[in-house]
């Protein structure tokens, strides 16, 4: 926080190395305690309205930073103006995994996030596909295993704990969906996550109907 003053060049760079490493350390732990919670039937979901395009701009904010590669365009298109009804917390917990792990194994090109909402079904589809090394279809499965992680150049250079899709693949079923990819190695991958969010304009004439019916 430079309390004592300024950091010399070699300073700096060893206090970012720091912060990395713990960084790094408390993503491992929190994916650990949460897969913990999971298996163990501890994590409940706290459903609540939240408006979808707030929700989007801030998974924006916080996941522009993340980008390591100059050549590589974060991009979310604009989505439908629409209030759901659902855990925002685990939702936005399971996107930021998928949207972080795109933008490291992307070197050129561009990572975009896009959403759809199905009124009839009643189901949002969310979608994080990127122009990254893409996945051998003898691991598209395994990638969702806990401590999996897929040997190879540029994984090397983005070392992870293993976990996160794991956890996001639980956390996903937990809420009624389920993470689907498709990818060709060398041509990207898309991660597509279908889950059932009612919109809050549908559930508010539901509540009207059943006090029309009571009265």
């Known amino acids: ?29 929190n994916d650990l305690l949460d897969l913990a919670k999971v298996e163990a039937g501890k994590v409940e979901l706290h459903p609540s309205e939240f408006q979808l395009v707030d929700f989007m701009r801030g998974l924006r904010g916080v996941l522009k930073p993340l980008r390591i590669n100059d050549p590589v365009d974060l991009v979310f298109e604009e989505c439908e103006a629409i209030a759901l009804i659902g855990d925002e917390g685990k939702l936005g917990q399971i996107l930021r ?11 050129c090109g561009e990572v975009r996030v896009r959403v759809t909402y199905d009124r009839r079904l009643g189901t949002a589809c969310f979608e994080v596909c990127d122009t990254g090394i893409g996945i051998a279809p003898a691991d598209q499965l395994r990638i969702f ?16 704990s293993g976990l996160g899709l794991a956890l996001s693949q639980r ?3 937990l809420m009624g969906g389920e993470i689907l990819v498709e990818s060709e190695v060398g041509r990207g991958s898309t991660f597509r996550l279908p889950l ?3 919109a ?4 508010q004439r539901d509540r009207s109907r059943r006090s029309t019916r009571v009265l």
């Open 196 to 198: 059932p969010l009612e």
């Open 97 to 107: 995994n998928l949207i972080a792990n795109a933008l490291k194994f992307t070197e």
């Open 145 to 160: 295993e806990e401590f999996e992680q897929i040997a190879g150049g540029l994984q090397k250079k983005n070392k992870g």
């Open 200 to 203: 809050a304009e549908g559930a």
């Open 1 to 29: 926080d430079r309390v004592d003053g300024g950091l010399e060049a070699e300073q700096e760079k060893q206090v970012t190395f720091i912060r990395r490493s713990a960084e790094t350390l408390l993503e491992f732990v």
């Open 171 to 173: 956390l996903a079923r």
